[in-house]
């Protein structure tokens, strides 16, 4: 690693300067002063360990400067990679808390259903699956903007978070105005009952919406629970909560579904 420039050309200078003087002058002066050979032989010892002594000082001092500048240049180095690890920490946060919601992103929320799901897998446990999708929510960013649209989007996100919490539970934004939940260790008739907890808080805190039916902000929510089968995968379960989301909608909205088999 180079010292600057500059720095390292001031001292060699001085040091030729100063060279430069030493050898040139310093037998005339020498001569005049030490007539006897036995003293100029003396002087001729001091002259050159005098110029072993300048040219240590010099070398001294550009390895002192050198190491300086390389210290300098590694604390720079290792501010800059601390500033590129809280940037990166920042990116992950993004990748992975929705801005919005402060819920989990699809991405997240996806990477840990596939762990909750292999462990369900293996452990034979069951496994429950929730799809929300607030009704008629494009009409309510029609009338009220999208501003409001995003308050609706934060109140229903912290009623998820407040009534499904649990430390291996799931809960995120799965896109738009769809969220997905995940619950192991919970059976249908526990994750139901969840289910319309939230609906009754929901209902509590009438969100109007005058272009609904109902005249207030509900949702649409699709349940798959069960144990998971050898040859099923993560995308077949999100695949049959999405079509149980899909009767939920296509019955009215405001209500949940659940397929027959689930009940049993």
């Not at 960013?141 to 649990?166: A, P, S």
């Not at 738009?176 to 994750?191: C, K, M, N, Q």
Request: glycine share 4%.
């Amino acid at each position: 690693m180079k010292i600057k420039s500059k720095k390292a050309s001031i001292i060699v200078t001085w040091y030729l300067i100063i060279s430069f003087i030493w050898i040139f002058f310093y037998d005339q002066i020498i001569y005049v002063e030490a007539q006897n050979i036995k003293y100029y032989k003396s002087f001729q010892i001091f002259k050159w360990i005098f110029f072993i002594l300048i040219t240590s000082l010099f070398l001294y001092e550009l390895i002192k400067r050198s190491h300086s500048e390389i210290e300098t240049l590694n604390n720079e180095q290792e501010d800059s990679l601390r500033d590129l690890k809280s940037r990166l920490n920042e990116l992950e946060k993004v990748a992975y808390v929705d801005y919005l919601t402060k819920l989990a992103t699809r991405r997240f929320l996806m990477e840990k259903c596939e762990l909750l799901f292999e462990s369900a897998k293996r452990s034979e446990i069951t496994l429950t699956l929730l799809m929300f999708d607030i009704d008629y929510f494009k009409k309510y960013n029609d009338r009220y903007g999208h501003v409001e649209g995003d308050r609706i989007l934060r109140i229903i996100g912290n009623l998820l978070k407040k009534n499904f919490k649990g430390k291996t539970n799931a809960i995120g934004r799965y896109g738009g105005e769809e969220f997905l939940i995940v619950l192991p260790h919970t059976d249908l008739r526990t994750s139901i009952s969840l289910v319309e907890k939230f609906q009754k808080k929901l209902k509590i805190c009438f969100l109007e919406h005058g272009d609904s039916p109902f005249g207030e902000i509900t949702v649409s929510i699709g349940v798959k629970s069960g144990k998971i089968s050898e040859y099923e995968s993560v995308d077949d379960l999100v695949r049959k909560v999405d079509e149980e989301l899909y009767r939920a909608k296509e019955s009215g909205r405001n209500k949940y579904s659940f397929s027959e088999k689930d009940n049993r």
